[in-house]
């Protein structure tokens, strides 16, 4: 009798572990990775009707049809609750990231996945006057002109030679650095609150789009800004990082070349925009390449 009862406690204790991982959503005998999204657009769109249709969305939808031996569990966050994960060295990846000598510290990061224009200036069409000129724009003789004001968007990082003039100026009178979402610096433009921002030209684009105030802006490329910039896949900087980055890799190398995956790319630019992407594709391709 006591035999009997061992053995259906020791089955009920079976029953009750598959049933937890049954409900929890991971397959028994299979690993799962964690993708940590951000509601970031127009890169990762977490709501409204363009839901799901970011450049970052459609490269992580991909990646995760063409590893069907994982499973996936995919977690919208924070920036900050990100960092902290990458940092404490749980095992997370994210679809799109830029690459800095900082980040190596604690990410491991794939072949470039993704090209991006730069970042422009950003201002109303009925200001354009203020802004003599259709060529790159220099930002320094900007932020000291005392008759504009400027809006950036705190604690986010441009191009080097954006964050450098951006520190140097942020005790500015004339200069409003706020922990803002982009959509609300755009918003106190229209509202000519501002004179200018500073912005991805497909998140202008995107916007633009959003508030149907398309030919109310205008862009303009900052001089000293890198014409594009990669971003990567990342994963924390481990063993089973490595060996998720290199399964990555292995897709990424197999899908770059087709027109369908460069269209990731170009998703929410302006066709132009489109133009310059397809011109710089090539450089994303080169065997080793890693940042401009």
């Excluded at 060996?243 to 990731?264: D, E, G, H, Q, V």
Aim: aromatic content about 10%; some cysteine; glycine content about 6%.
């Amino acid at each position: 009798m006591n035999y009997l009862l061992k053995l259906f406690v020791r089955l009920i204790s079976v029953v009750s572990l598959l049933l937890a991982l049954s409900t929890s959503g991971t397959s028994f005998g299979r690993e799962t990775i964690a993708w940590g999204v951000l509601d970031f657009p127009p890169f990762q769109i977490l709501n409204g009707e363009s839901r799901s249709k970011g450049s970052f969305d459609g490269l992580l939808n991909l990646l995760i049809e063409q590893m069907p031996e994982y499973d996936h569990d995919v977690i919208p966050m924070t920036f900050a609750r990100r960092e902290e994960q990458f940092h404490r060295g749980e095992p997370l990846c994210t679809p799109g990231l830029f690459r800095t000598a900082e980040r190596e510290k604690f990410l491991v990061f794939s072949i470039p996945a993704l090209i991006h224009l730069d970042n422009r200036l950003v201002f109303l069409t009925s200001n354009a006057s203020a802004f003599e000129g259709s060529g790159p724009v220099d930002l320094e003789a900007i932020l000291k002109r005392q008759d504009m004001v400027g809006g950036i968007v705190n604690q986010r990082s441009f191009a080097p030679n954006i964050d450098l003039l951006v520190r140097q100026y942020a005790n500015s009178k004339n200069v409003v650095l706020r922990a803002l979402r982009p959509q609300q610096m755009f918003e106190l433009m229209l509202n000519s609150e501002i004179d200018y921002t500073i912005l991805f030209p497909h998140e202008a684009a995107f916007l633009g789009h959003q508030l149907k105030t398309l030919t109310k802006t205008k862009v303009r490329p900052i001089v000293g800004t890198p014409p594009y910039i990669f971003t990567h896949v990342a994963c924390t900087k481990s063993a089973w990082g490595e060996a998720t980055i290199a399964r990555i890799n292995k897709i990424l190398l197999a899908k770059r070349k087709s027109p369908a995956y460069r269209a990731l790319s170009e998703r929410w630019y302006e066709d132009s925009d489109k133009a310059l992407i397809r011109k710089y594709y090539q450089e994303l391709l080169l065997p080793g390449q890693g940042k401009p």
